[in-house]
């Protein structure tokens, strides 16, 4: 379990700065996009999806039966699943401007 402690507990008013050296630069998101794990995720699946694309070629006589355009839209559904997990990862974090 984790405690969450208000900013305006952290907060001496007498002093106008942070008790306890707890920085006041708070961002509307704790990491950068490309440091979070969904983005490493994202990317190795996107490189697995072209690489399979490429290597994936006639077989038996049947001809390549991963193409292209079926990789791209691979890529896509991908590149929007991405989309939808950060638009939900951020919808969580409060602003300043939601204090």
Do not use: C, Q
């Amino acid at each position: 379990m984790s405690v969450n402690t208000p900013g305006h507990a952290l907060r001496d008013e007498s002093r106008n700065d942070l008790v306890d050296g707890v920085s006041a630069d708070r961002s509307a998101e704790t990491k950068a996009a490309f440091k979070t794990t969904e983005f490493i995720a994202y990317v190795v699946a996107v490189v697995g999806v072209l690489v399979a694309s490429a290597l994936v070629g006639d077989s038996a006589g049947r001809g390549d039966v991963f193409l292209a355009d079926k990789a791209w839209l691979y890529v896509t559904l991908l590149t929007v699943g991405y989309m939808v997990s950060r638009g939900l990862a951020k919808a969580g974090v409060r602003a300043h401007r939601d204090a």
